[in-house]
């Protein structure tokens, strides 16, 4: 099984995503039908989460908020061999460290930080979860999108962060960085934004909408393919992307 081999992903590598929800009964149902995912329940996670497979492999978390003055939000986790350090390191460089490292069964360890802007991020340090079983393919991750207000900013802290993920010789990074007014309101805050592999932008929107979705920018063409932006049925944004040239079975 996936989450029991050797993990793939350097440190910087975008390994995993999940989703705080009011209601994970009714975000199994909207994210099962659109990305054809199967839902296996995980008592050890926190909070009763459930991890989404495609053909059988991890894709991705749903669970239930234990606050309702949190945000619905999808959360996008870097890989890391050592939490604690990386956490120090986020904070020593202007981040800030939400929730400090903490194990999660046998699974692995988890922490959430921000960026300098306050754009929040995970970390996760594999136990026997290394992260996603499949990605780079319809119905999985496939690029996280930085919105910050300074790029600059961001691409300084990010590449002295995660360098090696970023520009090391064996790099494909599969994260960008650009100015949250490109897409959103200039008052929007600095996220991210994490992006779902879809093989028709265009044709997927009106599932978005028949499962009580909606569209928050319609198809608009960037650097690494088709993209547009939405929302599920309980507010949480994501991104569909349709690569330039399909999207093609890579891991």
């Known amino acids: 099984m996936a989450e029991n081999r050797a993990s793939a992903y350097g440190e910087g590598v975008p390994c995993w995503v999940d989703a705080q929800l009011p209601d994970v009964e009714a975000g199994k ?15 050890e996670t926190p909070g009763g989460s459930v991890w989404a497979r495609r053909e059988g492999e991890p894709v991705a978390a749903l669970a239930r908020k234990t606050d309702g003055r949190l945000p619905t939000v999808w959360t996008v986790y870097f890989a890391t061999p050592d939490a604690e350090a990386l956490a120090d390191r986020i904070w020593a460089a202007g981040g800030q460290v939400v929730t400090a490292p903490t194990p999660v069964a046998e699974l692995g ?9 306050g754009a929040v991020f995970g970390l996760w340090e594999p136990g ?19 919105y910050a207000r300074d790029v600059e900013v961001a691409n300084m802290f990010y590449g002295e962060l995660f360098h090696d993920a970023l520009f090391g010789p064996d790099a494909r990074p599969d994260f960008g960085r650009a100015a949250v007014s ?52 309980q507010g949480a944004s994501f991104a569909v992307l349709e690569r330039l040239n399909r999207l093609k079975k890579t891991d």
């Not at 026997?128 to 930085?146: D, Q, Y």
């Not at 592999?197 to 608009?220: H, K, M, N, S, Y």
């Open 128 to 146: 026997s979860h290394p992260g996603f079983g499949k990605r780079h393919e319809p119905g999985t991750f496939v690029w996280a999108e930085l």
């Open 182 to 233: 490109d897409v959103f309101p200039a008052e929007m805050p600095p996220h991210f934004l994490v992006h779902f592999g879809v093989e028709d932008c265009e044709a997927v929107l009106g599932t978005v909408g028949r499962l009580g979705g909606r569209i928050q920018a319609p198809p608009f063409e960037t650097s690494y393919g088709k993209v547009a932006l939405v929302t599920d049925n």
């Open 109 to 117: 360890t988890t922490a959430l930080v921000t960026d300098p802007e």
């Open 29 to 43: 149902r909207f994210y099962g039908e659109l990305f054809g995912w199967t839902f296996e329940d995980r008592s």
